[in-house]
Structures are given as C-alpha cells and as structure tokens.
T-cell receptor
Framework: AQSVTQLGSHVSVSEGALVLLRCNYS??????LFWYVQYPNQGLQLLLKYTTGATLVKGINGFEAEFKKSETSFHLTKPSAHMSDAAEYFC??????????FGAGTRLFVKA | DTEVTQTPKHLVMGMTNKKSLKCEQHMGHRAMYWYKQKAKKPPELMFV???????INESVPSRFSPECPNSSLLNLHLHALQPEDSALYLCASSQGAENIQYFGAGTRLSVL
C-alpha cells in the first residue's frame, strides 16, 4: 500500500533559522506530491506541488521542496523562519482516482 | 476566485438532532470532497463526488449522508451522530489530473 511518512511530529526552530520538514513517499508512477499548510482553525492551503519537470519546486511564503526520486523524498525547506510560519504541515501524495494520501503532519514551532 | 466556502463555521448538536453542513465553490471544479479531521491528525477522506455523482464512499456510517445538488454545491446531512463524530469537517474541490485540492475553512462539529 502507498504511504507518506513525515519524520518528526514536532519541529522547533528559532526565528531566522532554516526550516527543514522531512517527507518520504512510497514509490508510484507518476508521483504527484504536495505540501499543504494548516493554520489553527482553518482548512488546508497548498504550499507547493511536484508533478513533472524541475525537481526543485518553489511555493508560497518562501518555501521550496526538492523531489529526489532515488531517495523517495520530498523535503520542505525555507531559509529563514518567520513567526507566521508556525502551523501544521502535511506532505501528501496523489494516488490517482481522487484519493490523496496525507502524512501524519508536522507541527512547526518558531521561537522568538 | 479560489475559494471554497463552508457553512456553518461551528455547529453543536445533540445525538438526536438532524443538521446539514454546506459547501460551495465557484471555480468550476467537477470533483468535490468531504473529509473528517480529528485533532492533531491528517484529514480522512469520507466521500468524493465527480461530476455530481458519488464516486467514493470510504465506508462511512449511514448517519452521514452526502448530497451534491449541482456542480457548485455539496451538502453533508447529519443524523443521530455520536460524540466520537465530533471533529473538523473539511470540504475540498479539485480539477484536473494533478488533483490539487482547494479546501474550505471547515465546520467545527461538536456532538453532545
């Protein structure tokens, strides 16, 4: 069965520090991959997506992710964390047929 | 307009009540979804409508009854719910092979 694994249920960084949220997916052809962000009491918002083409994808709010097929990874990064980045982040994989598999989520804390 | 609108934002109901959740989108998307999200968990797929026909039912109890009156609207009828049904209910829509989903802000449901 296909799966998405997010390493670390909680990540804490200082403001201005690098943000790295890890995601590994199960192999699938083609792997449509997504990162969504969820702020408290809100729905999910798409940060970025990988479908085909360039393996480094840029998203909103300064986030980017790199698709590495050899490692089946799709880690999310941001060079400098801001307080407003504190939220829950979900890595997701489209499995076809309208089904999306979500990872368990990573809560990002940003310290002043 | 990339908005999915859900009403109400909050709902408290007794176990014998009948209520409905509503979802609306005007992006021309032909797939619409209901998800259930418990605290600190990823969304769980409940139902998918494609071109106004029920495409996926993830073995959801019959006390949840979806309805898609037209391509822009999606309802979730609730009857005889249990306290464990308390959760955030998210609606989403998508279009195209990439299946990028646009989420509403959700309805926070409490069953007493």
């Amino acid at each position: 069965a296909q799966s998405v694994t997010q390493l670390g249920s909680h990540v804490s960084v200082s403001e201005g520090a690098l943000v790295l949220l890890r995601c590994n997916y199960s192999s699938s052809v083609p792997p449509y991959l997504f990162w969504y962000v969820q702020y408290p009491n809100q729905g999910l918002q798409l940060l970025l997506k990988y479908t085909t083409g360039a393996t480094l994808v840029k998203g909103i709010n300064g986030f980017e992710a790199e698709f590495k097929k050899s490692e089946t990874s799709f880690h999310l990064t941001k060079p400098s964390a801001h307080m407003s980045d504190a939220a829950e982040y979900f890595c997701a994989q489209d499995t076809g047929g309208f089904k999306t598999i979500f990872g368990a989520g990573t809560r990002l804390f940003v310290k002043a | 307009d990339t908005e999915v609108t859900q009403t109400p934002k909050h709902l408290v109901m007794g176990m014998t009540n009948k209520k409905s959740l509503k979802c609306e989108q005007h992006m021309g998307h032909r797939a619409m979804y209901w998800y259930k999200q418990k605290a600190k968990k990823p969304p769980e797929l409940m139902f998918v409508y494609s071109y106004e026909k029920l495409s996926i039912n993830e073995s959801v109890p019959s006390r949840f009854s979806p309805e898609c009156p037209n391509s822009s609207l999606l309802n979730l009828h609730l009857h005889a719910l249990q306290p464990e049904d308390s959760a955030l209910y998210l609606c989403a829509s998508s279009q195209g092979a990439e299946n990028i989903q646009y989420f509403g802000a959700g309805t926070r449901l409490s069953v007493l």
